[in-house]
T-cell receptor
Framework: NAGVMQNPRHLVRRRGQEARLRCSPMKGHSHVYWYRQLPEEGLKFMVY????????ESGMPKERFSAEFPKEGPSILRIQQVVRGDSAAYFC????????????FGQGTRLTVV | QQQVKQSPQSLIVQKGGISIINCAYE??????FPWYQQFPGKGPALLIA?????SEKKEGRFTISFNKSAKQFSLHIMDSQPGDSATYFC????????????FGTGTRLQVTL
């Protein structure tokens, strides 16, 4: 049973380009969460999605960031017109249900903006 | 209100010693307190978690102590081993959104021989 799969593991983008991060949840999991980790800091919640729905996006920056979790395929975190401050590790987690269940984390995508 | 404060930032413990990491929170709505272990280049992995209806939970060498009135909780690693060297994060959430976690800033633990 594969865990949460994130790709790519490392992504380098020039300022102004788009970054697209993918997350395939664990088999049977329909709840996905995205977190961002800046160097030497803890993880910060960004967005919580179920299939085809955004449940909570209170941690998402208002501009340039978007997320989706389509009926088929992985969840996508999209960052448009990246800036140097977007450089971070982005982690996806999935859970079987929402409340009261453990979330399992992927290995993260390390985004570097040059 | 949403912060979880974690200390120390880094910790060096000899093999066989006890590692202690502390966290404090402000939001009284938090009622789920997990600890995560993260190795370099990996995602966080759940180590142990506690809910505030108990004051202590033990799993193997790992123990969480919880003080509801002080709004503090701590992780104790008994008989620390070099393989425990990692970064440890405390976190907190509401039961209704157990996977929307507020994380502490992390403690880098090094266990020396």
């Amino acid at each position: 049973n594969a865990g949460v799969m994130q790709n790519p593991r490392h992504l380098v983008r020039r300022r102004g380009q788009e970054a697209r991060l993918r997350c395939s949840p664990m088999k049977g999991h329909s709840h996905v969460y995205w977190y961002r980790q800046l160097p030497e800091e803890g993880l910060k919640f960004m967005v919580y999605l179920q299939k085809e729905n955004i449940i909570d996006e209170s941690g998402m920056p208002k501009e340039r960031f978007s997320a989706e979790f389509p009926k088929e395929g992985p969840s996508i975190l999209r960052i448009q017109q990246v800036v140097r401050g977007d450089s971070a590790a982005y982690f996806c987690a999935s859970s079987l249900q929402g409340a009261g269940t453990e979330a399992f984390f992927g290995q993260g995508t390390r985004l570097t903006v040059v | 209100q949403q912060q979880v404060k974690q200390s120390p930032q880094s910790l060096i413990v000899q093999k066989g010693g006890i590692s202690i990491i502390n966290c404090a929170y402000e939001n009284t709505a938090f009622d789920y307190f997990p600890w995560y272990q993260q190795f370099p280049g990996k995602g966080p992995a759940l180590l142990i978690a506690i809910r505030p209806d108990v004051s202590e939970k033990k799993e193997g060498r790992f123990t969480i102590s919880f003080n509801k009135s002080a709004k503090q909780f701590s992780l104790h690693i008994m008989d620390s081993q070099p393989g425990d060297s990692a970064t440890y994060f405390c976190a907190a959430s509401n039961a209704g959104t157990a996977s929307k976690l507020t994380f502490g800033t992390g403690t880098r633990l090094q266990v020396t021989l």
